[in-house]
């Protein structure tokens, strides 16, 4: 079965480093997002792309975040520098949103666990 | 904008006992209901989405939830609960379908207790 894949499941870095995070969606789906979820809250949409365009990243703090999908298919997300506040769970999803056969449903990775010391 | 509200952040339940998770929105324009559930130290996944037509809709692994526009909630529930499905379970809102934001609430773990 096709997954989203994501990459480092888990990542310790100190204040004020660079961090990034990859995303490789379901093949075919045009839609991808990147979720931040801090503990004991629900994900929170930072950006979405359908194809190599951005949707929307109204949410996402631009001072220090930047997200790209260069060639429509697979994504980086990068934090620079990091603060203590983003430590969270990086999550990201795919849609067939844009393909003509969305059925409402986002595909979940796994996630990036991100602890700032 | 809209917003959900999950009001139990914790539930726990015997094996084999029914349950009912709580799902409150706001939203001025019609809706589009979800509930994903999420298991340890995975990503989400689709339990069953409300988009149109009967208010009850049955999703994956035995659960339900109805759609009650009048008291602007989507509770999902399932006759009897096992061990697996111990889990977060979030309920989240869209006011569009296309070119909606999906808005999650704060999520409910359920414990299931042998």
């Known amino acids: 079965e096709a997954e989203v894949a994501q990459s480092p499941r888990y990542k310790i870095t100190e204040k004020s480093q660079a961090v990034a995070f990859w995303c490789d969606p379901i093949?075919?789906?045009?839609?991808l997002y990147w979720y931040r979820q801090i503990l004991g809250q629900g994900p929170e949409l930072l950006v979405q792309?359908?194809?190599?365009?951005?949707?929307?990243d109204s949410q996402l703090p631009k001072d220090r975040f930047s997200a790209e999908r260069l060639k429509g298919v697979d994504s980086t997300l990068k934090i620079q520098p990091a603060e203590l506040g983003d430590s969270a769970m990086y999550l990201c999803?795919?849609?067939?949103?844009?393909?003509?056969?969305?059925?409402?449903?986002?595909?979940f990775g796994e996630g990036s666990r991100l602890t700032v010391l | 904008a809209q917003s959900v509200t999950q009001l139990d952040s914790q539930v726990p339940v015997f094996e084999e006992a029914p349950v009912e998770l709580r799902c409150n929105y706001s939203?001025?324009?019609?809706?589009?209901l979800f509930w994903y559930v999420q298991y340890p130290n995975q990503g989400l996944q689709l339990l069953l989405k409300?988009?149109?037509?009967?208010?009850l809709v049955k999703g994956i692994n035995g659960f339900e939830a109805e759609f009650n526009k009048s008291q602007t909630s989507f509770h999902l529930r399932k006759p009897s609960v096992h061990i697996s499905d111990t889990a977060e379970y979030f309920c989240?809102?869209?006011?569009?379908?296309?070119?909606?934001?999906?808005?999650f609430g704060t999520g409910t773990r359920l414990t299931i207790i042998p």
């Open positions: 792309f359908q194809d190599e365009s951005v949707v929307d």
């Open positions: 939203s001025s324009v019609s809706v589009y």
């Open positions: 093949s075919g789906h045009a839609t």
């Open positions: 989240a809102v869209a006011r569009g379908f296309g070119n909606e934001k999906l808005t």
């Open positions: 999803a795919s849609s067939l949103l844009g393909s003509g056969r969305y059925t409402g449903e986002l595909f």
């Open positions: 409300y988009l149109s037509g009967s208010t």
